[in-house]
T-cell receptor
Framework: GAVVSQHPSRVICKSGTSVKIECRSLDFQATTMFWYRQFPKQSLMLMATSNEGSKATYEQGVEKDKFLINHASLTLSTLTVTSAHPEDSSFYIC?????????????FGPGTRLTVL | KQEVTQIPAALSVPEGENLVLNCSFT??????LQWFRQDPGKGLTSLLL?????REQTSGRLNASLDKSSGRSTLYIAASQPGDSATYLC?????????FGKGTRLSVIA
């Protein structure tokens, strides 16, 4: 149980295009989903926290107009990287906290590798 | 601001050896501490979660301890195997969302 999926697992795009990454909780409902970014040999850095039906809360230094987050349902959150540039190339990982049960636990997705050319 | 440090950054051991990974954090007001495993290019697998009121948790060959007052946790891996090779991340949850360390990259040599 408690499986989180991400799609796509890997994406390569041209500079200036927008990329959408989906995060789904497959077998549980999640009121809160988190988006992280991980650069090579670095730790995961929280980008934003999204709650179903409300606006996401962004961490300091993360541009909300560049990284659009939508949490439309209790099982789906999307991250759209708008006008992507090479410096946005990174590993993006989402996580989800269940609505019931172990609400203090985050279950992580497998990550999405974004490469911007 | 919570900061999490993991030492060593990398570790290489022969198969069968017992080993200890270290994690320290600056703010002792935490709810829990988790150890994760990350394989190259992959997501995170939760290994152990220790609540702030607990001292340790065990799962198979893994044992994690927590000393909240000193801001330290250790992950003990017994009888290491090549399949244990991965990056091990420590993360703490407190008044802020999860804060991760940079990880310890473990290589177990057959």
């Amino acid at each position: 149980g408690a499986v989180v999926s991400q799609h796509p697992s890997r994406v390569i795009c041209k500079s200036g295009t927008s990329v959408k990454i989906e995060c789904r909780s497959l077998d549980f409902q999640a009121t809160t989903m988190f988006w992280y970014r991980q650069f090579p040999k670095q730790s995961l850095m929280l980008m934003a926290t999204s709650n179903e039906g409300s606006k996401a809360t962004y961490e300091q230094g993360v541009e909300k107009d560049k990284f659009l987050i939508n949490h439309a349902s209790l099982t789906l959150s999307t991250l759209t990287v708008t006008s992507a540039h090479p410096e946005d190339s990174s590993f993006y990982i989402c996580s989800a906290s269940p609505l019931v049960g172990r609400t203090d636990t985050q279950y992580f997705g497998p990550g999405t590798r974004l490469t911007v050319l | 601001k919570q900061e999490v440090t993991q030492i060593p950054a990398a570790l290489s051991v022969p198969e069968g050896e017992n080993l200890v990974l270290n994690c320290s954090f600056t703010d002792s007001a935490i709810y829990n501490l988790q150890w994760f495993r990350q394989d190259p290019g992959k997501g995170l697998t939760s290994l152990l979660l220790i609540q702030s009121s607990q001292r340790e948790q065990t799962s198979g060959r893994l044992n994690a301890s927590l000393d909240k007052s000193s801001g330290r946790s250790t992950l003990y891996i017994a009888a290491s195997q090549p399949g244990d090779s991965a990056t091990y991340l420590c993360a703490v949850a407190g008044n802020t969302p999860l804060v991760f360390g940079k990880g310890t990259r473990l290589s177990v040599i057959a």
